[in-house]
Every structure is written in structure tokens, then in C-alpha cells.
């Protein structure tokens, strides 16, 4: 089983306030990634990390900014939240296995602002 | 431009029947894998193809890749409500230097008991 953690489950939260999505995983992998997710829609990459202090924005512009301070753990930060942003936010990490990538996520964080 | 085209958008089906899911690109993958994903949840990988050609059985799921590695099927014998969910592919792309997987549009399954 995969061990990799998202809080909080569910944020509903007002206009310009500023949040913090938390991402850890204990399974000492160095590549991590944030999807964002409409309700039954594909997966849209925003930021990924091959390890500490190396990140990358993802294919759909965000807003949103992250950082990678230590392998386990692996934020997004929105500085002001906005409508806009309201949807599912799942991330994962991955380890090589037989020359790809295998990918355990989270459970997700769903994201409401008012 | 969307790289990774899944069909059907939605499946309805009684239990027992059979289906396949279909994946399919423009580009060559480097590998090809498909997730599930339960309401709530994150996806969870079922399988990884990386040759073309390659047939993979998992119990009542068979995941074919096409010879040239640009598309790829699943196949689900007997359903069951269980396999109701999300069906995702996600691709690796030899030819554009992505360093992340792709992921496709899904295919919405829906399993009657």
C-alpha cells in the first residue's frame, strides 16, 4: 500500500484568503506531482518535483506555487484563493518501476471557495 | 490540444457484461498505464504496458498495447458493480519530452447489479 497523505480532505473557504494544502509521502521517493481534477474530468498536471528544491509548473497554468524543502514533504500554496480555483487538488509521488513511472496519490483535497 | 483521447465519455452496463475501454494518441508512448478512481479517491494503478504488442491479464481485466504503441484497450469480462468508476490512461510520450504522465479525459463506468 501506498503511503502518501493529503490534509485536509475538504477546505470551503471565503475570497483572498490564503491556503496550504499538505503532501507528505514515507515512502522516500524523490519525484512528486500535483494534479488538479474538475468532478469526473481528466487529471491536469500543475507542479512536479524531482527532489528537494527542484520543482516545475505542470501543462495547466495554476496560480498556485509550491515548494520542496524535504523529500517527504511536498506543499501548494494559493495566496489568494479565488472561485476560479475551486476543484479537487490530488497529489502524488512515484518510483521507477521496469523503466516507468508508478504513481500513488493521495487521496485529494477538495477545494470550495466561496 | 488534448494528446490522450479516451472512448467511451460514459458506460452504462448490467452485471455480467462485457466492455472495453479504448485509449488512444497521435504520438508514440513509452509506456502506458491505466488507473481507476473511485468517487473521493485517488486513482490507483491497474496496469503498466510498455511494448508494443503487449497483453496483459489481470483476472477479469486484459490491457492490450497496440503494435505501434499509440494506443492501447481494456478490456473488463463479467462486470461487476465493484468496477463501477473512473477509468483512466496515463502515457509516458517518447517524442515530446515530457518528464510527467499524461493523463486522458477518462471513461466514466457505470456497473448495474
Known amino acids: 500500500e501506498a503511503d502518501i497523505y493529503q490534509t485536509p480532505r475538504y477546505l470551503v473557504i471565503g475570497t483572498g484568503k490564503k491556503i496550504t494544502l499538505e503532501c507528505s509521502q514515507t515512502?522516500?521517493?524523490?519525484?512528486m506531482y500535483w494534479y488538479q481534477q474538475d468532478p469526473g474530468m481528466e487529471l491536469h498536471l500543475i507542479h512536479y518535483?524531482?527532489?528537494?528544491?527542484?520543482?516545475e509548473k505542470g501543462d495547466l497554468s495554476s496560480e498556485s506555487t509550491v515548494s520542496r524543502i524535504r523529500t517527504e514533504h511536498f506543499p501548494l500554496t494559493l495566496e489568494s484563493a479565488r472561485p476560479s480555483h475551486t476543484s479537487q487538488y490530488l497529489c502524488?509521488?512515484?518510483?521507477?518501476?521496469?523503466?516507468?513511472?508508478?504513481?500513488?496519490f493521495g487521496s485529494g483535497t477538495q477545494l470550495s471557495v466561496l | 490540444t488534448q494528446l490522450l483521447e479516451q472512448s467511451p465519455q460514459f458506460l452504462s452496463i448490467q452485471e455480467g457484461e462485457n466492455l472495453t475501454v479504448y485509449c488512444n494518441s497521435s504520438s508514440v508512448f513509452s509506456s502506458l498505464q491505466w488507473y481507476r478512481q473511485e468517487p473521493g479517491e485517488g486513482p490507483v494503478l491497474l496496469a503498466t504496458?510498455?511494448?508494443?504488442?503487449e497483453v496483459k491479464k489481470l483476472k477479469r481485466l486484459t490491457f492490450q498495447f497496440g503494435d505501434a504503441r499509440k494506443d492501447s484497450s481494456l478490456h473488463i469480462t463479467a462486470a461487476q458493480p465493484g468496477d463501477t468508476g473512473l477509468y483512466l490512461c496515463a502515457g509516458g510520450f517518447e517524442d515530446t519530452g515530457r518528464r510527467a504522465l499524461t493523463f486522458g479525459s477518462g471513461t466514466r463506468l457505470q456497473v448495474q447489479p
Open positions: 502524488a509521488s512515484s518510483a521507477p518501476t521496469g523503466g516507468t513511472e508508478k504513481l500513488f
Open positions: 504496458v510498455v511494448t508494443g504488442g
Open positions: 518535483s524531482y527532489g528537494v528544491n527542484s520543482t
Open positions: 515512502m522516500g521517493h524523490d519525484k
